[in-house]
Structures are given as structure tokens and as C-alpha cells.
């Protein structure tokens, strides 16, 4: 079952701002939101994950609305190097769980 | 460079050779997992061993069979496999198998099985 939502492909200018949304419509008050992402041919990287407020590290920020039922990652000024697959994923706080990554957001930072 | 190795980096395999993927990771960490991805389609865990043993098994065929020695290093004997179980073979390692804080996955670069 499907928890997470996200667009299949989105493009964004070289230097731009790229906000990637999430839905997660189901999601229970024990359980994290997380991003990871994929470039091409090579393992997922984790970039950052939150509860409900919102987060910032030197990679990216989150924005999780008030109900936490959707979420925003966004990359300040994208780079070329952005170019990747971008996953939205709910995990739960301490139980024995794992994730399970969906399809995905593919993001292409055009120059 | 993540702190999590795979070895080999590209393996093409007959369908009744056996062979073996090694990880290694240098973290620290109690859990380790073992990823296939197929072209076109989202990551799917097969294996999770926590604290060496392991405690999911996502209904994977036989022909693949996992070994974790020890807390850094963790096995995928692969033999008799399909064409179709060409693949990339993702390890993962966290620092224990939980939610939350705690559960932040360092992913090695992978095996690219090819099976003829």
C-alpha cells in the first residue's frame, strides 16, 4: 500500500529553487517523514527527514504542513549535480519497520 | 564515499554459476540491508539482519540466500538465477533497525548483476 504521492518528473532552472511536494495523506502522529535520493547508477543518499516541524540542513529544507498530511522538499539553488531521483518516504519512530521507497520524483536540473 | 563498500562492482553470471556480493561497512552500525533494483522499477528490500540476525525476509527466492558474519559484513550468495534477476544489488547499513532518528540508511554503490 501505497503511503506516499509524488510527481513521476519535474524540471527546474539551473540556480532556481526546486520544490518537490509529497502527499501523505495517511500518515499516524509516530511517524517521520524522510527524503532520499538516487542519482543515476549510484546508492540513495539520505538528505533530511522530519516530524512536523520543519527542517533545514546544508542540503535542504522541509516544509511540513500543520495537518502533516503533505510536505515539501526544497533544494535552495539547484545545481546541475541535482539531476536525480527523489524520494519521499513515512517511516515510523521506534518500531521494527523499514522503509520502502515508491517511483519516485525525477528531477531535471536543466542549465 | 559513504562508509559502505560493495564488492564487486559489475558481475555477469551464467545461470548455474554461483557467486557471491560482499558489504562492508565501517559505521558502526548493528543493521544491514540488502536492495534490488531493477530497471524502471522502485527499490525493494529483500533481506534485513539486525544485530546479525535477520528479521525480514520479503519473499525472496531461494536461489538468492544471505549470510551476515558479522556486524560489518554481510553476504548475497546468488546461484541458479534467472535472466531476469539482473539487477542492481543495493546494501544498505543503519545504525540500528528502528524509526526515526536512528534509522538514517548509508547505501554502498551497488553490484550490477547481469545474469546471461
Known amino acids: 500500500d501505497a503511503k506516499t504521492t509524488q510527481p513521476p518528473s519535474m524540471d527546474c532552472a539551473e540556480g532556481r529553487a526546486a520544490n518537490l511536494p509529497c502527499n501523505h495523506s495517511?500518515?499516524?502522529?509516530?511517524?517521520?517523514v524522510y527524503w532520499y535520493r538516487q542519482i543515476h547508477s549510484q546508492g540513495p543518499q539520505y538528505i533530511i527527514h522530519?516530524?512536523?516541524n520543519n527542517e533545514t540542513n546544508e542540503m535542504a529544507s522541509l516544509i511540513i504542513t500543520e495537518d502533516r498530511k503533505s510536505s515539501t522538499l526544497i533544494l535552495p539553488h539547484a545545481t546541475l549535480r541535482d539531476t536525480a531521483v527523489y524520494y519521499c518516504i513515512v517511516l515510523q519512530w521506534g518500531g521494527n519497520n523499514d522503509m520502502r521507497f515508491g517511483a519516485g520524483t525525477r528531477l531535471t536540473v536543466k542549465p | 564515499e559513504t562508509g559502505v563498500t560493495q564488492t564487486p562492482r559489475h558481475l555477469v553470471m551464467g545461470m548455474t554459476n554461483k557467486k557471491s556480493l560482499k558489504c562492508e561497512q565501517h559505521?558502526?552500525?548493528?543493521?544491514m540491508y540488502w536492495y534490488k533494483q531493477s530497471a524502471k522499477k522502485p527499490l525493494e528490500l529483500m533481506f534485513v539482519?539486525?544485530?546479525?540476525?535477520?528479521?525480514e525476509n520479503n519473499s525472496v527466492p531461494s536461489r538468492f540466500s544471505p549470510e551476515c558474519p558479522n556486524s560489518s559484513h554481510l553476504f548475497l550468495h546468488l546461484h541458479t538465477l534467472q535472466p531476469e534477476d539482473s539487477a542492481l544489488y543495493l546494501c544498505?547499513?543503519?545504525?540500528?533497525?528502528?524509526?526515526?532518528?536512528?534509522?538514517?540508511?548509508?547505501f554502498g554503490p551497488g553490484t550490477r548483476l547481469t545474469v546471461l
Open positions: 522530519g516530524l512536523k
Open positions: 539482519y539486525n544485530f546479525k540476525e535477520q528479521t
Open positions: 495517511t500518515i499516524s502522529g509516530n511517524e517521520y
Open positions: 544498505a547499513s543503519s545504525p540500528r533497525r528502528t524509526g526515526g532518528s536512528y534509522n538514517e540508511q548509508f
Open positions: 559505521l558502526g552500525h548493528n543493521a
